[in-house]
Structures are given as structure tokens and as C-alpha cells.
């Protein structure tokens, strides 16, 4: 029975001194591009491809891949793209609603592929009220809202809506500050399902002219809102629709209106 | 085989004499003997009171007496007069005493003899049918294994403690009879013994074997903690036993099974059994008959099974009989205490997590009752463990997010309530010898609640802010099984049980509150996640016991089973992800034959089938298993089996949000019923004192079912829970490996399992995956050495690392909104390893008799005495384009106290 101790008692300084040598060695990422390509029906084409940063390695600032051919195609026509030298490709070309296209390039020794659907404009997209007027108490600063006002549109079933607010001044007067990186001339609500949303005067921080933008989406474009977790068994992989790359490739259309906010 | 059951005599030749104790009357009444020489004490009894004394001259001639004998019987004598020498005796039915040395195997080997009845047989070919009882407390003993010696066969006995041995040869041959924890028994039958009985049940008594070592004698005559031959991958391990093993508050069978061979102890944050690579809803867990869905306490830390209520715990790692069904993994088969039969006896332990005390006694003459209650107190041992697996990694409470402009006057009032408790009831009616009726009750639950109120006065935004944070863990078993045996004849046993079994899981981190506004007006909030799992089970069993002849033993058995689960995970009160609320029935038959093929071949034949109602099919699962006795030492044995597994429980990857884990009940569609196929060969070489014991497996999976948020097609459909169910196939295959030594001063065993879990689940990953409880490699060595009234035992674990999925690079897309969101890509699933965990415990038990009899024991524990940082998870956070990598581990090390009374 003694030489049972004598062998547990290898087994432990054993697996001590090697659990003392090893240390993880950090993951290198994977030669996967990621798409950045929105194709807005009715507008010139605009695509970004870059590398992923890895962990390893943090010194690389330029991430963007050049040199690269890339086609879109649908079934009436093939679109070359223009690469800008940055990362971007281009192409003033118009992307037709209601159409199918893929995008194919080759990069790392694979053919990088995507299929998206760009859906056709929103009808009777409509907005309650064109303006909001938003006071401020000179006492405490504290601005006073109105009710909010009613975006309403004719939905198709299954679509994804998106509703972005943009300010378009030059030099926007801002309404008051949360402080910090909150006081963004952008605001959006989370896509959803449906045909109306309200408009909440809470979310504006600036005054003056606004586009009121309903995007009509597809669903992997509203996955890409998915958070994807912080620990080894919590990391969710994060959507793509892009085959051996990352990223997205989707389709979409945009209707536009004016707002106001006035003191 | 001669040679092992002369050893086996030989070892345990002391214990035959102490079973007759108290049945001679009373003949000295007083008598002083003043250190007299042993041989002239024996010869003054002999003369005086006509004892019967074999002795050898040379072997007693050190030996002397001084002693006040007063209303002793000639055994109580005997006895005392060999108190302080290594000597032991055997007494004959005759009263016939015959002193030996134990050192000296031929003395030993002529005393043994005696025992034996020397004239003629006058029965041949009979049936002898009994019961093994405790000698102490009366509790009969399920799965007692009485062997005819000289045939080496026999029978075991059945839950409730009856046996039948078929066609004893005659009335003069041997029993053995053997059974963990408990000192090994030679009974000699003689036709007076045999004659006496008319047709009533033949009572074994045994004594248990505990720690409590009188005698100054090295002898090899204690019972081992675990036991691994009976049956093809088949564990069983002695309640009583497990006190002197190292523990962390608590003493668990479960962790206790986790430092066998092929149960894996890598998951510290789980009492669960994975056994062979499955995952620990695949061990069916029976407790008196019913289900129990879930066996932890304090987040898995230890089981929710109180060993003070326990009598007997058998684990079947794979290829398990007919009778069982419903897992696809294994069954671990407990059978509660019934109470004690002769006298009251009351227990209490206190650790450095719990209290618990149990009550035992006879209500009349036909009727036991035992009630056992624990609950867990706080100390900085609970707390400990309950930071670490809450989440809770810091003790501040801080407000809310969000804010708002200027500053915020607060004041925040924290309490925290936790505790588990559970309770074991049991009542045992024998209104006739033929019948028993057992109602058992089992209740345990864990409230960890981590709640908090916080109120936040004045300010120039808002007047009042009220919220209350709920961070409730609320989960627990409720289950009763009502039972009445009855013994038709010798060889016909029938079993009826009702039962019902409830898991219920709440996790509720919500937070509810109000806002008060300056202009009044009061906003309520209600955010966060609820998380409701409730399962029902009413089952009603039929099972038949039939000892057709001395070669097949027949058991066949009708059951139904009526589930019901729910599951319900809600998001802010509006949103609800899943709910589940399915029912259905599953109706089961089956047969089995324990069959003696040949001299040496043994099997266990059988078939089960089972109707699911959800899917509207049947299920057909034959069976069969096989033991070859090669050589008297050498066994070789093999077994099959086809598993399907109807309720599973599916994992939910996320960490922080509490319970991740949900039962749910199979359908057609996305959660497919889950089955196995088991292979299984081995072979075992066991002597008297070491058993090596080796066995080979595979298992081949379908029907799993992973839930899980990695891959996320469509986020704004999470109402729709069937986008998140993957299904998948997999393997398990390994070797286990056991070296024991069963019996000594120093035992214990070393154990080495190597294992590999490939999974495929196209939807999830593209490639074949290793299972996250995929451990490769897992040794394990277990060391009791009892030194005096100490114990002192040690384990060391050692398995590979479990995988673990990792991050690779980052990358950022910019949304329509024109604000970058950051992403990080993910490796294939489970593509890295953590490191090894290994962890040595000590254990130092000091045991002694109280004035009644009853056993004190008071322990000391170090959990893992090198503070080995275990890691149990890694988190990660991306800052300037770098990965920080953190491990969360798992405890350091950890003292314990256990102080532990009884008062028989």
C-alpha cells in the first residue's frame, strides 16, 4: 500500500509542476472578412470589408482589406464594384427594390458569399404631428415634453421596421445633456414587428430639422442587436449571413419625413 | 474458489460468536476472580459452572484475569475474560467454546471447524426462506448477498430484506453472508437449526462495522466503503461509511460516488452524477421508489440527500436491467431507513453548513418510524459558497442605472435571506409476517435569496424612487411513495407503489418599484427575468417477483407514469421566451430473467417497452447482461442495452441569470426522445483483500438536446422557443479502471477513468464537437488509514480540463443609426480546454462509544489542502481591442468541523 502513496503522491507533484508551466495561449482569430454592406433600394451601393482585430496583436490600427474583386449580382444584372483603396467598394449604380442579390469574392483562398432580399418602399407612411415644441424651466433647466406623436405606416406581415431619427442641422442647438457619449444627433428605437410606433419627445436632445427615417429590414439585420455574452459559457457566436466570412449583407428600403423641434 | 472462502473464514472468524450474544441464560451470579492466570480463570469456569473451553495451553499462557463477573452468561464470560488479549473464540449451538489466536491461520482454521455441524444431513433440497436484519437497530437490510458456500450460489435479498435460497442442498452446509458496511457472516445450518424454524423466516442478524476498533488486534475484519463486483457496472457504497471521508460541510453520497471510477468529479459546482460522460439527468435517481429531478442544495455544492436517512445507495453506471427505465444514462437506487425496531435512538450532527438530527424508534410491535430534518445556518462557510455560485461577487448594493441629471441624496437598506433545509419521514407497518407497508415522505428546498430594497429620497428630478430587486433562488423536491409488499409464498413476491414526485424551480431577478415624480405622478417599473420550472409526477408500479426454480428469477412488472412540466422564462413582465406547460403518459411493461446458464455463466435477460403518449409510440428496449466466472477469482462480464429517455432536463448557457437548467417534458417535434445504446465488457480479479476491476464502454446517443443562444437567427422572434432547441447525436466511450483494497488498516482504492464525449449538432456547429462534460482523463486515489479511534482518510482528484468555447477577434459594424456596435467572433464550439483540475482533501475522524452505545464522532476537514485555483469558467471583456481573460474559480482551500452523536 505504500508504494499506492508513492505513486499518488508522483501524480500530484507531476500535475503540479506542469499545471505551474502552462499557461493559455491566446486564440488567433480566424482569416474571416467581415461585410459591412447595406443595400438601400434605390441608392448607389457602398460596402466595407475589413479583417477582424485580434486580441494577440492590438498595434494594427488599419484594418480594411484592398485590392479585392467584387461582384453583386441579381438576376437581370452583374454589378462590379469599385475598390475605393480604403476598405470601400462602390458602385453608382441603383439597387432595385424587390430583388435578390448575392455578393461573391474570393479572399484568404475561399470565395466569400452572401444572399440578401431588398424589399420594396413602405406605403402611407404617415407621423401625427410635423413638429415638437420642447420648453425648458429657466430655474431648474429641465426641459418639459409633449405627448408623443404617432408614426404609422401600412406593414407587411413578417417585416422588420426600423425607425431612426437624424438630425440634419449644421450646428444642432442642443435641448440639455445627460453628458457623456449620449448626446448623439442619431436616435433609434429597436426593430420590431408592426405599423406604428410612438415618438417620444424624451429622445430628441437637440432642436431643429430632423428625418424621421422608417427603415423596412430584414431579419439579419435585426439579429445583429443580439449581445453575445462575456464568459466561456455564455458566448453566443454572433450572426452573420456571410458563408466563410462575418458580418452582414442585407437589403433594405427607406421612406424619409420631415420633423421639427422648436423651443 | 476454496482458497478465497478458507481466507474469507479465516478473516472474519471473529465476528460468527458476537450474533449469538445474550441467548444463554444468565448462570454466574457472582464471582471476583484477582489476577488469576486466563488458563486457570477458564478452568475454575469449567469446573464450577460445567463450561465447555477448548484452548491451546501454549497460546493463553500470558495471558491473566482480574474481574468482577457478576450476572454474566458463559458467552459474557468468555468474552471478558479474553477483553484485554488478542484472542478471539467461536461458540458452537452447543455452547461450546474454542479459543484461538487470530494470528495463527491453522488455530483458526481448527476452531472454524468446530463450528461446523459434524453428523448427518436431514433435509436435502430444500428452500430457506428469511431475513436480514441490522442486529442493532432491527432495520432489515435490502440487497444482502447470501451465498451457499460450498455451490457458490445463493440469493439476495429484496428491498424490504426477505430472501429465498433455492434448493439448499442440505441442512448442514455453509452460508456466507455479505454486505457493505456491515462485518461478513458464516452461518453454519445444522438440522436443529433448520427443524426450529417450521416454515418461518430464518433471521440473519448483522453487525455493522463501525469505526469504533475495541480491540488492539490488526485484523482484516472490516467491511469496505465501496463495493464493485457484484454486478456489471454496478457501485454501491456504505451511508455509514462515508463519515470518514473528507467533506466540505456536509457528508454526501453523492460526492462520495464522484470519487469512483467512471463518475466524474470535475464539476465541483454539481452533486450531480456525470456518470460515464453523460450529464446528471440521465442517472435516474429513485428514492423509495420515486423520481427525484433534481439532488442539489446550495447551487449543486452538495446533495440533497441526508445520509442519516439512508440505508442503502446503489449506482448503476450503464447497461442496467429491465426493471429500470425512463434514463438513458444510469440509476442510483436509494432505499430510506426504515427506523429502528428495538429502542429509540436519536442523532445529531453539526458542521460548519448544517445542523441535522433524525429520531428512529418502534411504534408497537408491528409498526418503525424514522424522521430526519436538516437546515443549513449561516456561517462564513455558506457564505462562501453561496457568493462564489449566486454570482453575487461583491457585497454592494448600488443604485440603478441610468441616473439622470444631478445628484441623487440615497440611503439603501440590504437584506439577505438564504437557507436549505430538507426532511425524510418514513413509517414501516408489518401487519403480518407476509405483509410490510412503507410510506416515505421526502421534502427539500433551497430559498438563496439575495433581495434588496433601495430607496433613493430627494433630489431635483425625482422626489422619490422606491425599487425593490428580487434575486430569488427558489428551488426544492417534494415526493412520497406508499408501498405494500406482500410475500404470496417462498417464491412469490408482489410490490404495489403509489407515488408522486414535484420539482419546483423559481428564479425570479426582477426588480419592482415606483417613481415618484416632482408633479406627483407615480411611474411603476417592473424588469428583469422570471424563471418557473415546475414538474409533477404520479406513478403507480406493479412488480412481480417470481423465484421460478433455483436457476431463474423472474421479475416482471407493469407501471404508469402521468407527467407534467412547465416551464415558463419571462423577460420584463411583458416578454415571455418560453413557455412550456406539457403533460403526458407513458405506460411501461416489462420482463426480466435473472438466469444461471452454465456452471459459471450468470445473466440477466429482459425486455422493456414503453408507450409515450406525446409521441403516440412505442418504445421496445431489450436488455441483457453477463457474467462468466473464469477462474474463482477471475469474472469476465458483458452487458447491452437499448435506453430512451422521455423527460430531460436541457441546459441554458447563462451564468449569471441563476438556474441554468429546465426540465422538459419529449415531444415530436423539437425535443425529441432521447436514447441510448449501451456495450458494454469487463473483467474483474478479486481476492480477499484487492479487487482490480476493469470495463470498457460505449454509448451511442441520439435524440440530445442542447438550448442555447449561440446561434441566434432571428433575435426578434425570441416568443418562438422552438428557434432555440438544437437536436444532435453523440458517443460516449471509455475505460474505467479500480484498483481496491477492500479490506485493512490502511484501504481504499486507486481509480483512473479515460473517456471522450464527441457530440454533433449540425444547427450548432458545423464540425463534431466535444461535450462540455468531456473529460479525458480523471484519476483519483482514496486513502483510509485508521490508526486507534482515528480515522484518517485523503482524496485526490485529478481530471483533464473540461472544453470551453473562447473569443478570436473583434470587429465592428456600423449600424443604420450611425453608432459602431462591437462584436466579438467566437471559436467553434468547445474548441479549447481549461486547465486540469486536481484538488487534495484530508480528513481526520476521531470516533468513540457513548455510555448507550450509540456512536461520537468528531471531524476535521481540509478541502483542498494545496489551494489549488480550480478554474470553473473564464470571463472575458474586450478593452481597446484586447482580450482580458479572467478565471473564475472555484473554492480555495477550506476547513471544516463535523461533530456527530448518537445516542445508540
Redesign the interface.
Known amino acids: 500500500?505504500k508504494n499506492?502513496?508513492i505513486?499518488?503522491l508522483g501524480?500530484?507533484i507531476l500535475?503540479?509542476s506542469?499545471?505551474c508551466a502552462?499557461s493559455?495561449p491566446?486564440?488567433?482569430?480566424?482569416s474571416?472578412p467581415?461585410v459591412?454592406a447595406?443595400l438601400v433600394a434605390n441608392e448607389p451601393i457602398d460596402i466595407?470589408i475589413?479583417?477582424?482585430?485580434?486580441?494577440s496583436d492590438?498595434t494594427i490600427t488599419d484594418?480594411s482589406i484592398k485590392g479585392l474583386s467584387i461582384d453583386i449580382k441579381s438576376d437581370t444584372k452583374t454589378i462590379h464594384l469599385t475598390d475605393q483603396g480604403n476598405g470601400h467598394y462602390t458602385s453608382a449604380t441603383k439597387v432595385d427594390s424587390n430583388t435578390t442579390y448575392s455578393l461573391r469574392f474570393d479572399y484568404a483562398g475561399k470565395t466569400i458569399t452572401a444572399t440578401t432580399f431588398v424589399p420594396s418602399h413602405t406605403n402611407n407612411f404617415v407621423c401625427s404631428a410635423t413638429s415638437f415644441v420642447v420648453t425648458v424651466n429657466p430655474n431648474?433647466?429641465?426641459p418639459s415634453f409633449p405627448d408623443p406623436a404617432l408614426l404609422s405606416w401600412k406593414s407587411v406581415p413578417d417585416a422588420?421596421y426600423?425607425v431612426?431619427a437624424?438630425n440634419t442641422d449644421q450646428v444642432p442647438e442642443l435641448i440639455?445633456s445627460?453628458g457623456g457619449g449620449s448626446n448623439?444627433?442619431?436616435?433609434?428605437q429597436a426593430?420590431?414587428?408592426g405599423n406604428n410606433t410612438d415618438l417620444q419627445g424624451q429622445l430628441f436632445r437637440y432642436y431643429g430639422n430632423y428625418n424621421l427615417?422608417l427603415?423596412r429590414?430584414n431579419?439579419e439585420?435585426?439579429?445583429?442587436?443580439?449581445d453575445?455574452?462575456?464568459?466561456?459559457?455564455?458566448?453566443?457566436?454572433?450572426?452573420t449571413n456571410v458563408t466563410n466570412g462575418?458580418?452582414?449583407f442585407t437589403g433594405?428600403a427607406s421612406d424619409t419625413l420631415k420633423f421639427v423641434v422648436t423651443k | 474458489m476454496k482458497k478465497l472462502i478458507l481466507l474469507s473464514i479465516l478473516y472474519h472468524f471473529g465476528l460468527f460468536a458476537q450474533a449469538q450474544t445474550g441467548k444463554s441464560p444468565i448462570i454466574i451470579k457472582e464471582e471476583y476472580v484477582n489476577y488469576q492466570t486466563l488458563k486457570n480463570t477458564l478452568e475454575f469456569f469449567k469446573t464450577k459452572y460445567g463450561f465447555k473451553i477448548n484452548y491451546d495451553d501454549v497460546e493463553i499462557k500470558d495471558f491473566y484475569v482480574t474481574y468482577l463477573f457478576n450476572n454474566a452468561t458463559a458467552e459474557q464470560a468468555v468474552e471478558t475474560c479474553l477483553r484485554e488479549t488478542p484472542l478471539k473464540y467461536t461458540m458452537t449451538e452447543d455452547g461450546e467454546f474454542s479459543i484461538y489466536d487470530p494470528r495463527k491461520v491453522q488455530a483458526a482454521k481448527v476452531a472454524a471447524d468446530k463450528l461446523k455441524f459434524q453428523g448427518k444431513s436431514v433435509q436435502q433440497n430444500f428452500n430457506l426462506k428469511g431475513i436480514v436484519k441490522d442486529a442493532k437497530s432491527g432495520e432489515p437490510l435490502p440487497f444482502v448477498n447470501i451465498v451457499i458456500v460450498a455451490e457458490s450460489k445463493g440469493a439476495t435479498s429484496n428491498v424490504d430484506g426477505y430472501f429465498t435460497l433455492m434448493k439448499v442442498p442440505s441442512d448442514t452446509c455453509t452460508l456466507e453472508v455479505s454486505y457493505i458496511g456491515y462485518k461478513l457472516k458464516t452461518i453454519y445450518l445444522s438440522p436443529k437449526k433448520v427443524k426450529a424454524l417450521e416454515g418461518q423466516d430464518f433471521l440473519i442478524e448483522l453487525e455493522q462495522e463501525n469505526a469504533i476498533l475495541e480491540e488492539i488486534v490488526v485484523s482484516a475484519d472490516r467491511e469496505e466503503l465501496l463495493r464493485a463486483s457484484e454486478k456489471t457496472s454496478m457501485l454501491k457504497l456504505s451511508p455509514s461509511k462515508i463519515t470518514a471521508l473528507p467533506s466540505v460541510g456536509e457528508k454526501d453520497i453523492m460526492r462520495a460516488f464522484q470519487l469512483m471510477p467512471g463518475v466524474s468529479a470535475a464539476n465541483e459546482n454539481s452533486s450531480g452524477l456525470y456518470v460515464r460522460g453523460g450529464t446528471p439527468d440521465q442517472t435516474l435517481v429513485l428514492y423509495d421508489g420515486f423520481n427525484v429531478y433534481h439532488v442539489e442544495h446550495l447551487f449543486g455544492f452538495f446533495s440533497a440527500f441526508n445520509p442519516n436517512a439512508i440505508k442503502d445507495v446503489q449506482l448503476y453506471k450503464g447497461g442496467f436491467e429491465s426493471k429500470f427505465g425512463g434514463r438513458i444514462g444510469s440509476v442510483a437506487e436509494i432505499t430510506g431507513k426504515e427506523g429502528n425496531s428495538k429502542n429509540l435512538n436519536l442523532g445529531l450532527d453539526a458542521g460548519f453548513l448544517a445542523a441535522n438530527a433524525f429520531i428512529e424508534a418502534p411504534i408497537g410491535d408491528k409498526m418503525t418510524g424514522l424522521f430526519a430534518v436538516r437546515r443549513s445556518y449561516q456561517t462564513s462557510l455558506y457564505d462562501a459558497i453561496f457568493k462564489k455560485y449566486s454570482g453575487t461577487r461583491t457585497a454592494a448594493t448600488t443604485p440603478p442605472g441610468g441616473g439622470g441629471p444631478g445628484g441623487f441624496g440615497n440611503r439603501f437598506n440590504t437584506s439577505v435571506s438564504s437557507y436549505f433545509y430538507d426532511m425524510n419521514g418514513k413509517i414501516t407497518y408489518k401487519p403480518t409476517p407476509k405483509d410490510v407497508i412503507t410510506l416515505s415522505l421526502y421534502n427539500g428546498t433551497d430559498n438563496l435569496d439575495n433581495s434588496r430594497k433601495t430607496n433613493f429620497n430627494g433630489g431635483a428630478a425625482i422626489r422619490n424612487f422606491n425599487l425593490n430587486t428580487s434575486d430569488l433562488t427558489y428551488w426544492g423536491n417534494l415526493g412520497g411513495s406508499l408501498k405494500w409488499s406482500r410475500r404470496f409464498s417462498q417464491a412469490f413476491y408482489v410490490n404495489t407503489l403509489v407515488s408522486y414526485s414535484n420539482y419546483y424551480s423559481l428564479r425570479d431577478r426582477s426588480s419592482t418599484g415606483t417613481i415618484t415624480q416632482p408633479d406627483g405622478t407615480i411611474l411603476n417599473i417592473k424588469r428583469g427575468t422570471l424563471e418557473d420550472n415546475n414538474l409533477k409526477d404520479f406513478s403507480a408500479k406493479l412488480d412481480f417477483e417470481w423465484k421460478a426454480n433455483s436457476k431463474n428469477n423472474i421479475e416482471f412488472g407493469l407501471s404508469a407514469t402521468q407527467n407534467s412540466i412547465k416551464y415558463t422564462y419571462a423577460q420584463n413582465d411583458t416578454s415571455t421566451i418560453i413557455d412550456r406547460n406539457t403533460s403526458g403518459a407513458t405506460v411501461t411493461g416489462f420482463v426480466q430473467d435473472k438466469i444461471k446458464l452454465f456452471k459459471n455463466l450468470e445473466g440477466n435477460l429482459g425486455v422493456r417497452y414503453t408507450y409515450f403518449q406525446p409521441t403516440a409510440k412505442g418504445y421496445v428496449e431489450p436488455r441483457a447482461s453477463l457474467t462468466y466466472q473464469l477462474l474463482p477469482s477471475v469474472k469476465l462480464k458483458a452487458a447491452y442495452g437499448v435506453y430512451n429517455q422521455f423527460a430531460k432536463r436541457v441546459i441554458r448557457e447563462d451564468v449569471f441569470q441563476g438556474s441554468r437548467d429546465f426540465w422538459v417534458l419529449a415531444d415530436e417535434n423539437k425535443l425529441p426522445v432521447a436514447s441510448a445504446t449501451h456495450y458494454i465488457i469487463g473483467a474483474n480479479w478479486e481476492s480477499a483483500k484487492w479487487l482490480f476491476d476493469v470495463e470498457a464502454y460505449r454509448k451511442d446517443l441520439s435524440g440530445l438536446t442542447e438550448y442555447s443562444l449561440r446561434i441566434n437567427s432571428n433575435p426578434r422572434q425570441t416568443a418562438n422557443y422552438s428557434e432555440r432547441f438544437y437536436q444532435g447525436t453523440g458517443v460516449a466511450r471509455g475505460i474505467d479502471i479500480l484498483l481496491q483494497k477492500k479490506y485493512g488498516q490502511l484501504n481504499g482504492w486507486l481509480a483512473y477513468s479515460l473517456g471522450e464525449v464527441p457530440y454533433n449538432f449540425p444547427d450548432l456547429n458545423k464540425t463534431v464537437f466535444y461535450a462540455n462534460q468531456d473529460v479525458r482523463h480523471e484519476f483519483k486515489a482514496v486513502g483510509i488509514y485508521r490508526l486507534g479511534k482515528w480515522d484518517l482518510s485523503a482524496t485526490w482528484i485529478y481530471a483533464s480540463g473540461r472544453p470551453y468555447t473562447a473569443p478570436e477577434g473583434g470587429y465592428n459594424l456600423t449600424l443604420l443609426d450611425g453608432s459602431l456596435k462591437s462584436y466579438i467572433n467566437i471559436s467553434e464550439k468547445n474548441a479549447y480546454r481549461l486547465p486540469a483540475y486536481h484538488r487534495l482533501d484530508i480528513a481526520a475522524t476521531y470516533t468513540w462509544k457513548g455510555s448507550a452505545g450509540g456512536a461520537r464522532s468528531i471531524g476535521f476537514s481540509l478541502f483542498n489542502l494545496y489551494d489549488r485555483q480550480n478554474v470553473w469558467y473564464k470571463e472575458f471583456e474586450i478593452q481597446n481591442n484586447q482580450l482580458i481573460e479572467t478565471n473564475v474559480n472555484y473554492l480555495g482551500i477550506t476547513p471544516n468541523l463535523n461533530i456527530s452523536w448518537r445516542l445508540r
Open positions: 500500500m499506492i502513496f505513486i499518488l501524480f500530484i500535475s503540479l506542469t499545471s502552462v493559455d491566446l486564440p488567433a482569430p480566424s474571416r467581415v459591412e447595406y466595407y475589413a479583417r477582424q482585430a485580434p486580441f492590438t484594418l431648474n433647466g429641465r422588420y426600423l431612426v437624424e440639455f445627460f448623439r444627433r442619431f436616435f433609434r426593430p420590431f414587428q427615417i427603415f429590414i431579419v439585420y435585426a439579429s445583429l442587436y443580439a453575445n455574452g462575456t464568459s466561456s459559457i455564455n458566448l453566443t457566436t454572433p450572426y462575418l458580418g452582414i433594405m
